[in-house]
Each structure stands twice: as C-alpha cells, then as structure tokens.
C-alpha cells in the first residue's frame, strides 16, 4: 500500500528500501499544490539517518514544484524540531512538530515566514495518559512491568495548528488549535 499511496507518507530520512516516499504533493481545497515532508527525529527514536542530512535535498526538490510546503517533524525531542524550524525558516511554510500527543504552547510564525509549533497535539481521549488509560499507564510506570493498553475514554479533541500564507509560501498566522469532539 506504501508504494502506491499518494496521500500516506513514511519518514523521508529511513533506508531508501522501505517501502513508500517521505515527499508528496497534495492539492488544497483552492487548488494550490503543497508539498509535504515527514521526517523522524533522529534522538531517542531509534536508528534513521539523520533529519539534517536529508532535509536540503527535499526541500529543493519541493520548491521546484511548489512554494507550499509543510514539514511534518516527527520528534522525541524538543530540541531536535526547533532546531529543524529554526534552520528550515524562509525555506518553508511551516515546520509542525508530532509525536509527544501534548500541544505545545508555542505557535509562531518566525523572521523569515515560516510557521512553527513544537507539537501540534493529538487526536483522542484528554483524560488519559496521551490517550492511554490513566490507570495502566500510571501501573507501567510504577512497576517497570509490561501492560497492555487500552484506549481510554472522554473529553476527546482534536488538535492541530492552523496555518494561513501567501503565494510565495511565506506564512502569514499559526495557530494552534483545540476541538472539544
């Protein structure tokens, strides 16, 4: 399915033998064509090459097609996405940080026009342990023992950013935003 997909992506920066592509064009509901990058962080995350040795040549090879493009940054570490936003800042339209399910309070468009959050959040249940059962993953913890997860239940968002640029792909607001489901 990978293979195939235009609208699932894997990490840009995994072996060139995994199945699928990190780079896609997707057209919005206006017609502009945007580019999306997913990237995996490199620290705590298990072995990829690193986000930063891939990054340029991506990048590049989207604007010769469009000016819009989201970089999705997958990342343990803090550190590691705003270092990628910082470094990637007039190069593309936003750098959106996933994986820790907890919305930063971070939103920005930087100097240069690109839009910017350190996590965008999660979809799923609020009253949990980023959509585990309390419960469970509190024995985890505690004991150091395996326990199987269940999903919990109530108080379900959506979470995301929502992001406004020009043509030129600069972005103009960034906003973190939250649903009560």
């Not at 570490?77 to 936003?94: P, Q, Y």
């Amino acid at each position: 399915y990978l293979k195939e997909s235009e609208r699932v992506i894997r990490p840009a920066n995994m072996s060139k033998r995994a199945p699928g592509k990190g780079l896609t064009f997707v057209a919005a509901r206006d017609e502009t064509e945007v580019a999306v990058i997913n990237l995996l962080g490199s620290l705590f995350l298990g072995p990829t090459v690193g986000p930063f040795e891939v990054i340029d040549e991506l990048v590049d090879e989207a604007q010769k097609r469009t000016p819009v493009i989201v970089v999705d940054m997958h990342a343990e570490a803090t550190s590691e996405k705003v270092a990628l936003a910082k470094w990637l800042d007039g190069k593309v339209t936003a750098v959106l940080g996933t994986h820790t399910h907890i919305q930063t309070n971070d939103a920005r468009v930087q100097p240069g026009g690109t839009a910017a959050i350190t996590d965008a959040g999660m979809t799923g249940p609020h009253d949990s342990v980023i959509g585990v059962q309390a419960e469970l993953a509190i024995r985890a913890m505690r004991t150091g023992m395996p326990v199987r997860f269940e999903t919990a239940a109530g108080d379900v968002r959506i979470e995301g950013v929502l992001v406004e640029c020009r043509e030129d792909g600069r972005a103009t607001s960034c906003e973190a935003v939250r649903v009560p489901v």
